[in-house]
């Protein structure tokens, strides 16, 4: 699988599960990920708080790279299935995030509830791939890849790495998430109320026998029930 590139040498554009992992350095006795490094040159930049700048990153984060994607569902019915490693975040030379770009050949859901409009657009789409999905099922998967595996499990890098205090970010999702109710899409308001989350058990997806790659999008993986961090 050989995937087009469209940026070039002066495109700093990163995978989020990549920026986001702790990794050897040249010099360096212990692991730390190039998030920790584009904060700490921040913070001494700028002269402000390694808290205050990682909360900045993180707002222009949601508002650069999340938002989008929420607009996409709300205005064509369509979810990405954008979890960290399908997720890129494009920076500016300071380590700012000032957009997003989304990559997979697979990870699409298209809601049934948009099929009309959809078909209207592009006669054909999904017949061969399978990916019009119920809406209810199309909330569940969303809310798993945006919600859980890429805002929380950044929340999650940023707490485990000692950048930000998780409940300040935590605060700061719940806020963007109630100002983005007006975009059409579903998910925030389900990531503001439900008192429990689905979220895929990749585990129990191999020990069952499962095949990502094979299948109807709403049945290739096993989902567990946890409770949702979000809820005040």
């Known amino acids: 699988m050989i995937r087009h590139n469209p940026f070039g040498p002066g495109d700093d554009a990163v995978c989020i599960a990549s920026l986001t992992s702790p990794r050897p350095w040249p010099g360096a006795t212990t692991m730390r990920s190039r998030l920790a490094d584009l904060i700490g040159r921040l913070s001494a930049r700028t002269g402000r708080p390694t808290t ?14 999340i938002r989008p994607v929420l607009w996409l569902d709300g205005h064509a019915g369509i979810a990405l299935e954008a979890h960290q490693q399908n997720t890129l975040v494009l920076l500016d030379p300071d ?13 699409y859901y298209f809601r049934e509830s948009h099929r009309g409009e959809l078909e209207s657009r592009l006669p054909g789409i999904g017949a061969e791939s399978d990916t019009f999905v119920s809406d209810q099922v199309t909330d569940e998967r969303f809310a798993y890849y945006l919600g859980i595996n890429n805002v929380l499990g950044l929340i999650g890098a940023f707490g485990a790495q000692r950048l930000a205090d998780e409940r300040v970010l935590l605060a700061a999702f719940r806020s963007f998430l109630t100002s983005s109710t007006s975009l059409g899409s579903p998910l925030p308001h389900r990531l503001l109320e439900a008192a429990t989350l689905r979220t895929k058990a990749n585990l129990l997806t191999r020990l069952h026998g499962l095949d990502e790659l094979v299948g109807p999008v709403d049945t290739q ?9 979000l809820r005040t």
């Open 52 to 65: 205050a700048v990682a909360a900045e990153w993180f707002l222009r984060y949601l508002d650069q790279v």
């Open 95 to 107: 380590g700012w995030p000032i957009g997003g770009r989304y990559r997979d050949n697979q990870g």
């Open 221 to 229: 993986s096993v989902y567990v029930t946890v409770t949702n961090p």
